[in-house]
C-alpha cells in the first residue's frame, strides 16, 4: 500500500506544533531574563547618577542580590508552570494521534468493512510522560501493546496507560519535568554568575545586560520564531531556547509515536508490519537516513525518536492481501503517479528513500549533508555498484547510527 498524502502532511503538522508550542514557553523564559536585565539597567542608571562609575556600593549590591533572587524564583514558577501545561498539551496531541491512525485505517479498509479496533488514552498518561522518575520504571513500553488484550477481533478497547507514559523518557534518560526544571535553576546559576563575575572584572551593568540578552531587549518576540530567539539572544538565553525547542519536539515526537504503535499493536491483524519514514533534507540525522524506507513487523523494529530533535515518523502497512480472505469485498486503494512525499527540494515519487533522493541532488547539497567531497565521491561510486542510493548510505552508516570514516570508506571501496 501506498502511504497517504495525509501520513506526509500530518507530520508537517506535528512540526508546526511542536514550534508552535516551544514559542509559548521560550517567550515567557525570556520575559524573566528580559526583565531581570531592564532591573539591572535601571541599576545602571541609578549608579550613573550617584557618580559611582563601575564601582559597587553596597546599596547597589543589595539591589543586584535582590534581582538575581527574583528572577530564580521567576524561574523556578516558570518551569512548574510550563512542565503543568505542556502535560495538557501532550495528552492533547495523543489523542488527536491516536484519532489520526484509526480513521487513516477506517478509511483504506472502508469498502471492506474492517472493524479497527479502539484505543483509548488514560486521563494520566501525559502526566506520567511529564513526571514519572524513569529511573523508577520496569517496563519497556512495547512490550506491553499486544492485540491478545482483546476478547474478540474487532471489540473491546485497548488502552494506553500511564504506566506506559512513565516508559517514555527524553534520550538523556531524564523526565520532561526534570528537563524544566534543570534548564531553569541553570539559568539562574548562570545569571548569578554573570552578574558576579562581570561586576568583579570591572564590567559595567549595561556591559553585562547585553552580553547576557544579546539583541533580545531591541526586538519584539512575538513575531520571532524560537530559531529567531535563539539566534538573538545572549549567553543566557541563546542555549535555552534552543534546549526549550528540543525538549518539546523530542517529546511531541515520542507521545505521537507510541500512540501510533499502540494503535498498530491493537489492529495487528490489520497492519502487522509499519514503515520508518525521515525527513527529506540535509538535517537529517545519520540514523534516520539509513532507517528511511525501512519495514518492520510491529514490536520487532526500531521507532523514532532516534535521537533529540527526531521529525522522523512511522506508517502502518496495511496487509490487503490476508484481509481480503475474510473480507472479501474489501478493495486495495490503487497507487498513483500522482502519489508524493515532500523533500526540502521539491515533491518526490512517494517510493523515493533518503538515498535515492539524496542521489539525485545538485553537489552542494550532497556535501553539506555527507560533509565532505571524499563521502560524496565515495555515496556515488557505492550507488552505482550497489544499484541504489539507499544501499550506499547503509555502507555507509553502521546500525547504530554512527558514520563510518572516510579513512575506513576510502579503505573499503577505492
Known sequence: ?????????????????????????????????????????????????????????????????????????????????????FKKELQGVTILQKDFIENELKKVTASGDVPINSVSISPKYAESVIMTDPSKVNIFTSKAFTEDNFVNFGSGKFSLTATQGAAIRLPNGTTVSKAFRGLAESSAEKLDLAVRSGVFAGESLDQITRRLVGRLDFADLGPLSVKQLALAGGEITKVANNQISTIVRTSVNQVTNQASQAVYAANKKVAPQYKYVATLDSRTSPICRRLDGQIFEYNKGPTPPQHFNCRSTTVPIVDFDRLQEEFSSLEKPPATKFDKRPSITGRVPQGTTYGNWLLDQDRKLQVKTLGSEGKVKIFKRLAKKEGSGQAALRKMIRNDGSEVSLKRLQELYT
Open 1 to 85: 500500500m501506498d502511504i497517504p498524502e495525509v501520513f506526509f502532511r500530518e507530520t508537517i503538522d506535528l512540526n508546526r506544533y511542536s514550534n508552535s508550542v516551544a514559542k509559548k514557553y521560550a517567550v515567557t523564559y525570556n520575559e524573566i531574563i528580559l526583565n531581570a536585565a531592564r532591573q539591572l539597567r535601571q541599576i545602571n542608571l541609578r549608579q550613573q547618577a550617584a557618580g559611582e562609575g563601575v564601582i559597587i556600593a553596597p546599596q547597589t549590591r543589595k539591589r543586584l542580590r535582590a534581582v538575581i533572587k527574583q528572577s530564580k524564583d521567576s524561574l523556578a514558577t516558570w518551569s512548574t508552570k510550563s512542565a503543568r501545561d
